[in-house]
């Protein structure tokens, strides 16, 4: 079992930046992490990825914007955030993915809300 715990949201002006921060109680090192956010009302969608080798992926909202890094000496998956829009304010959540033996683990923090707005 892996708890998730994020941290970093708040309140941001439009062209603001933040930093998130996922810590895990354990080791994600063989795990594929993400960052998803849910705006009210919608689906929760991805944000970005990135492999247990550190290889990256970002969704088309954030492309460009938001880079992802991974410590495994910490436990910990960052997600920094630039040239935020209002469009962006969502819950955002911390995602630990793992696939062995046909066994799926998946972890989900509580979420950090961000808001974008002046």
């Known amino acids: 079992q892996v708890q998730l715990v994020e941290s970093g949201g708040g309140l941001v002006q439009p062209g603001g930046s933040l930093r998130l921060s996922c810590a895990a109680s354990?080791?994600?090192?063989?795990?594929?992490m993400g960052w998803y956010r849910q705006a009210p009302g919608k689906q929760r969608e991805l944000v970005a990825r990135?492999?247990?080798?550190?290889?990256?992926i970002y969704a088309g909202s954030g492309r460009g914007r938001f880079t992802i890094s991974r410590d495994n000496t910490k436990n910990t998956v960052d997600l920094q955030m630039i040239s935020l829009k209002p469009e962006d304010t969502a819950v955002y959540y911390c995602?630990?993915?793992?696939?062995?033996?046909?066994?799926?683990?998946?972890?989900w923090g509580q979420g950090t809300q961000v808001t974008v707005s002046s």
């Open positions: 995602n630990a993915h793992y696939e062995s033996h046909n066994k799926v683990y998946d972890y």
């Open positions: 354990g080791s994600v090192r063989f795990y594929a």
């Open positions: 990135i492999t247990s080798g550190g290889t990256a």
